[in-house]
């Protein structure tokens, strides 16, 4: 065997694998066994456990439960619910075709789908009788909706927690005075922001869905971020920003990822409209590997950044992951479109980039 294959296999497989690891876990969170593990004040023996739920446990189960606010439980949840699975199936079609899978599947995008609830009738002649029988329903599109925002806030952790510097500490947020997170979903990144040391100055705006932004109140109390420090924006960036004072820095966290490249210009367009004179747009965002490079696919936290950025694909309007020098080009050509300039480059330990672009008149 050639030097190097045996650990090439072993990725590939690790990744192909991820499709039985990922469903075991999502049966493990959906019959509510870190739950039940973690809310026993006896000691609970694997007896019971497989008499109530029929799995088997680990100690470690207890990074899975969902009742303390996000978790990994959250993640699997998502990843591994019948939605995701169902765009899954739908994706062969959808790379032949150039459209999106979630959409082939469910008939409507991601965001309507959490977001219309009540309000636009899901009705999809494909759905199987194998797949959970809810979904589509009111009920379990808020379910839906509640476990999305929990386990983005997560994944936002996750990426927080990046060695150092972390997203923290590797900017000079010091520096700005009104930042406005888009797309910032319950807060996480803002909040972690304004309790930076020496950045008690500062004041943040976040925008999202209206209900997104319902639950980032809760967040941001629940973080001691006092009212007076957050201005909380419901609306879609499509739209334009409503009622909003001037910043002079704006942040998209793992967000333009969901746009095509019109969609971007769309969004930069109308971020410019609030920007001060030499504002700061900062995309933030994980890369993915170059290619050849399989030293870096899988990050500390055992994300498959390349797997990952398939999954963006299948859920959004053929948006994607990309690498930092396909991050690179891509400013370029937005800054083409809309009067930015790409100004410097952020690295985290092994978290996310951060690119800072500056408007330009
Ligand atoms: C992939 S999540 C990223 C959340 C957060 N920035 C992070 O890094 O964890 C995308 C977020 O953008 C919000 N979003 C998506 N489309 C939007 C739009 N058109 N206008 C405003 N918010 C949007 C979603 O509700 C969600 O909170």
């Given at each position: 065997m050639a030097e190097g294959t045996f650990a090439e296999e072993k990725l590939v497989s690790s990744m192909?694998?991820?499709i039985w690891k990922s469903r075991c876990l999502s049966v493990?969170?959906?019959?509510?066994?870190?739950?039940?593990?973690c809310n026993s004040i006896t000691p609970v023996n694997v007896q019971e456990i497989a008499e109530r739920t029929g799995c088997h446990t680990d100690e470690k189960i207890y990074k899975l439960r969902r009742d303390k606010g996000p978790s990994l439980g959250h993640i699997v949840e998502y990843y591994?619910?019948?939605?995701?699975?169902?765009?899954?199936l739908a994706f062969p079609e959808a790379v032949k075709y150039g459209d999106t899978a979630f959409e082939r599947a469910h008939g409507m995008n991601l965001y309507d789908y959490i977001?219309?609830?009540?309000?636009?009738?899901y009705s999809v002649?494909?759905?199987s009788e194998n797949m959970a029988s809810d979904m589509g329903t009111n009920q379990r599109r808020l379910e839906f909706a509640q476990n999305y925002d929990c386990a983005m806030s997560m994944l936002s952790q996750m990426d927080l927690d990046s060695t150092q510097p972390s997203l923290a500490t590797v900017y000079p947020w010091v520096k700005c005075k009104r930042i406005m997170?888009?797309?910032?979903?319950?807060?996480?990144?803002?909040s972690q922001i304004l309790k930076v040391s020496g950045c008690e100055h500062i004041k943040g705006v976040l925008l999202d869905f209206p209900d997104v932004v319902e639950r980032a109140k809760l967040f941001l109390t629940r973080e001691n971020i006092a009212d007076n420090r957050v201005t909380l924006l419901k609306g879609d960036i499509l739209d334009g920003i409503p009622n909003c004072k001037e910043v002079d820095t704006i942040i998209v966290k793992n967000f333009l990822v969901i746009f095509t490249e019109?969609?971007?210009v769309k969004v930069m367009e109308n971020c410019r409209q609030v920007l001060a004179r030499r504002g700061r747009f900062i995309i933030v965002n994980s890369c993915n590997p170059e290619a050849r490079d399989t030293e870096h696919n899988v990050t500390k936290t055992g994300l498959q950044q390349g797997f990952r950025g398939i999954h963006v694909m299948t859920m959004s309007k053929m948006g994607h992951f990309r690498t930092k020098s396909e991050w690179l080009?891509?400013?370029?050509?937005?800054?083409?479109?809309v009067a930015f300039q790409l100004n410097a480059v952020y690295e985290t330990g092994d978290g996310p980039t951060l690119f800072e672009l500056l408007k330009c008149e």
């Open positions: 192909f694998s991820g493990v969170v959906s019959l509510g066994v870190p739950e039940l593990l591994g619910s019948d939605e995701v699975w169902a765009a899954m977001h219309t609830a009540g309000k636009l009738e002649p494909t759905k997170d888009i797309g910032g979903g319950e807060g996480q990144l803002l019109d969609g971007m080009n891509l400013i370029d050509r937005l800054c083409s479109r």
